[in-house]
């Protein structure tokens, strides 16, 4: 099992890799993130999931009207964006 190390920023992973190299090994470097034999190393870059909107589980709710108003879904479900979908870490 590997441990997933998630960083605010590209850069802040890359400091985050040179820093574990020396107890953790050698990292090669993919894409969007780094691995070695014990660790995943990735970064977000901005957000990676956003709350799904109301018309996807409520038709009635993708008709603008303040008849509708106010959306409180039942629960709030999260989908990737798609900018980030091919990040290993969401």
């Known amino acids: 099992m590997k441990t997933l190390v998630i960083a605010e920023k590209p850069s802040v992973a890359q ?11 050698k990292f090669e ?9 014990r660790y995943v190393v990735s970064s977000a870059v901005g957000h ?6 109301p ?3 409520d038709v009635k709710r993708g008709k603008w009207s303040f008849a509708h108003l106010p959306v409180i879904p ?3 479900d999260l989908k990737p964006v798609d900018k980030t979908k091919t990040r290993p870490c969401r």
């Open 29 to 37: 470097k993919h894409d969007e993130y780094f691995e070695n034999e």
């Open 48 to 53: 990676l999931v956003e709350i799904q909107a």
């Open 55 to 57: 018309e996807a589980f």
């Open 74 to 76: 039942p629960h709030f």
């Open 15 to 25: 400091d985050i890799v040179r820093a574990l190299t020396p107890s953790a090994g």
